[in-house]
Structure formats: structure tokens, C-alpha cells
């Protein structure tokens, strides 16, 4: 007989963002006279650039001749968009990456799912809590984990509380663990580390031989020239560090779907016999057997992120976003909310008026306001009583959905 997976059996519930479609349906079907505004789900509202466009129809027009047609290409990435980024995301930044050490793929989210398996089942995984659910979610499904308690926690998972007391930024965990999880701007909270912070963990994953997985996907909102936008602009990090980025929310690629995951050569984990190994050709040997490599066009399209005319129209994008992200924080603070983020991140933290539980508040936002947020429980359990907002929205829906919530009762 067929045997399933059993560890899929451990999750708690749905996958958040589905249970909020649901809820949000469900209230449309019967509600077909209202105007739901969504700011829940991160998903990005304005169009790809010009010069984005233009370059995904020429690599299109490209796949349609003879001579300059491609079948399958090197699933690495090609050449030319590892160079691009290499030099534009890291050495104009003064960080020494080779392309060699980048691996093009469909998304970030695969990325920091699939990246557990050329790691063994017995390592020690860490994660901020609240966190972006994929990491506890297929932490689970690897099966390094034990049931799900009670409280929301699962056995085998180190949870570092990231709360107001500690500004939202993990303390250094006491069970030291092997895998750490990192995601910075943060999703959900908004907050950003600094390299003061940074060189903490990275000090930390040196001394215990720790190998932070850090998820970089919102680096090009950061608006504070002192933020570092790479774990690699810290000393060390090369040794202990694997990167992931994302042209989803910097250029719009949701729909489009590209990314990269950065593992430099410098980094190595270890056998059970305590011999030594780079993890780099572990994670080539997944990567070019599990997966095809992104399409010629898409790979085309990221490439003119990095001209000098996509550059200027990324930047007006994402300040279009942060000038959303600014009304909002303004206009929720305004309202009585303790708000958090939004200042180097597209995401706003907020604490629910009255403690009320997240869910209930987020009942009561669809129900009476008409708007659709996430709640911050569904985010890990420290995340109970907020309420995080998306800044990827029309303005006018979000200079109309503040209005709605400032006029709650």
C-alpha cells in the first residue's frame, strides 16, 4: 500500500494566505454590494516597468526565430543575469560575490523551503516568531520537527520571540541551533537590522558553526543608507551565510516569477564524522536535478532591472509603495493604533485596539470596514493581538481604507 508523508499531517491548519481567501470570498459572495479592499496579501499592484516589458518582448521575439531561439538553458541562470547581479546587487556595493556563486530560480519561497534538503533531518532549525510561515511550515515538512503543543509550537523548533520589549529583533537563542532563520527588512513585523545587530548572529554562527539562511526579499525598500542590504556586507558572513532575493516585490515579479538564492564557496556544513564539506555543489546538485532553470524571456526581463532607465523606474515604483506605506503609518497612528514598520519595509505592525485576538480582528475589519488585512497570529504565536497591512495597494484604496478604519467603532 501507498504510505503518505506523516509529517504533513503534524501541520496546525491551512496555509495562512489561503484561509484568508477564503474568509474574504465567502464574505464577497455574500456581500456582492460591497467594496472589499485588499491590503492582506503582499502582492504587488503596479505594472512591471517599461524597460522590463520591453526586454521580456524581445527575449519573447527571440523564442520565435531560428537562430536566435533557446531550448533549455543552464539551470544555474544564464551568464549574462549572474553577472548583472553579482556586480549591480553586490560588488558596486562593495561585497565580493562571484555570479558563480548565484543560482537563478523561480522564487524565493521555493528557495527557503527547498534549501532544507541537502540539510539532515537532525539539525536544530531557529525562527523568529512572528515569521513568514513557509520556514516553520516546511521545516515541518522535512520532518525535523515533532507534534504541534498546544501552545502553536512544534517539538524540534528553536522560536526566538521577536516582540515590542525586544524591538522586534531575536535574542541570541540559548539552545544553540544549526539552521537559522533570518529574514530582514522583516516580514511581517517592518522592522530592519543593523550591522551592529547583524555581526551579533553572524559572531554567533561562526563560534557555534551555525548557518543562518537569510531571507533578503524586501533589501530594496530599505530607505536608511546605514542599513546593510546584504548579510555579506558583515565580515564573516561569506562563512556562515546562504542569501535569498527576490525580484517579486523589488520589480513586480509576482506574476512573473524570478529569483536567486546565493551560497559563496567559503561556506561548508559538516558530515556526522565531523569532515568537512562546501554546501555550494550540494545545493548545484539539487538545483540541476529537481529544477529546469527560469524561462529565457523572464531572465531577460530581470536583467533590465539593472539598466540605468530600469533602475530609475524601479526606484519610482518602490517609492510610490513607501509613500502608501508613510499615509498608512500616519493615518492608523493617528487613529489611536501603536504602529510599527514602514519606514524601511512595505509592511505595517500593528497592535489590535482593546488585545483583541487577531482573527477577531480581522473578522471585524472585513465585516465593518470592508478591509482585508493578516493576522499576526498567522504569523507564529508572539504575533497574537497584532495586525499586519500590505503598502502594495492603489493609493486611492489605501487613502480609502484608512478612512474606513479611522471611522471604526
Not at 32 to 52: E, H, W, Y
Not at 324 to 343: C, D, H, Q, W
Amino acid at each position: 500500500m501507498a504510505i503518505i508523508n506523516e509529517n504533513y499531517l503534524k501541520l496546525k491548519t491551512g496555509y495562512l494566505f489561503p484561509e484568508i481567501g477564503r474568509r474574504v470570498n465567502e464574505f464577497i459572495k455574500n456581500n456582492p454590494d460591497k467594496k472589499v479592499i485588499k491590503m492582506g496579501i503582499g502582492d504587488v499592484t503596479r505594472p512591471l516597468a517599461p524597460s522590463i516589458v520591453k526586454a521580456f518582448h524581445e527575449g519573447v521575439e527571440e523564442m520565435s526565430k531560428i537562430d536566435t531561439f533557446k531550448g533549455y538553458g543552464p539551470e544555474q541562470g544564464y551568464a549574462f543575469l549572474r553577472e548583472t547581479i553579482a556586480k549591480n546587487s553586490y560588488r558596486d556595493r562593495g561585497v565580493d560575490i562571484s555570479a558563480d556563486d548565484i543560482f537563478i530560480s523561480d522564487g524565493s519561497k521555493c528557495d527557503t523551503g527547498n534549501i532544507q534538503e541537502i540539510f539532515g533531518n537532525e539539525n536544530k532549525i531557529a525562527i523568529c516568531d512572528p515569521v513568514y510561515p513557509v520556514y516553520a511550515d516546511t521545516t515541518v515538512m522535512a520532518g525535523k520537527t515533532g507534534i504541534c503543543n498546544a501552545d502553536g509550537y512544534y517539538n524540534g523548533i528553536i522560536y526566538m520571540p521577536c516582540t515590542k520589549e525586544n524591538g522586534f529583533i531575536p535574542e541570541l537563542p540559548s539552545e544553540v541551533p544549526d539552521l537559522i532563520f533570518l529574514c530582514y527588512p522583516n516580514n511581517p513585523t517592518g522592522t530592519v537590522a543593523t550591522k551592529e545587530e547583524l555581526k551579533k548572529w553572524v559572531d554567533y554562527a561562526l563560534k557555534n558553526k551555525s548557518i543562518i539562511l537569510f531571507d533578503a526579499a524586501y533589501e530594496a525598500f530599505i530607505q536608511d543608507e546605514k542599513i546593510p542590504h546584504s548579510i555579506y556586507e558583515i565580515e564573516g558572513a561569506k562563512q556562515v551565510a546562504i542569501e535569498f532575493r527576490s525580484f517579486s516585490k523589488t520589480a513586480g515579479f509576482t506574476g512573473t516569477r524570478c529569483a536567486f538564492v546565493v551560497i559563496p564557496q567559503e561556506l561548508s556544513a559538516y558530515d556526522f564524522a565531523g569532515n568537512v564539506h562546501p554546501v555550494k555543489p550540494l545545493w548545484n546538485r539539487r538545483h540541476t536535478t529537481k529544477f529546469n532553470g527560469v524561462s529565457y524571456p523572464v531572465q531577460k526581463a530581470a536583467a533590465a532591472v539593472f539598466s540605468e532607465e530600469g533602475k530609475k523606474e524601479i526606484a519610482e515604483t518602490i517609492a510610490y509603495y513607501m509613500g502608501n506605506a508613510r499615509i498608512m503609518k500616519s493615518s492608523l497612528a493617528s487613529a489611536g493604533y501603536e504602529v510599527f514598520g514602514g519606514e524601511n519595509a512595505p509592511y505595517i505592525w500593528i497592535k489590535t485596539m482593546d488585545n483583541l485576538k487577531s482573527w477577531c480582528f480581522f473578522d471585524k475589519l472585513l465585516i465593518d470596514a470592508n478591509v482585508v488585512g493578516t493576522p499576526g497570529s498567522g504569523f507564529g504565536s508572539s504575533g497574537e493581538g497584532y495586525f499586519r497591512f500590505s503598502a502594495f495597494a492603489d493609493r486611492e484604496n489605501v487613502i480609502e481604507a484608512m478612512e474606513r478604519i479611522k471611522n471604526l467603532k
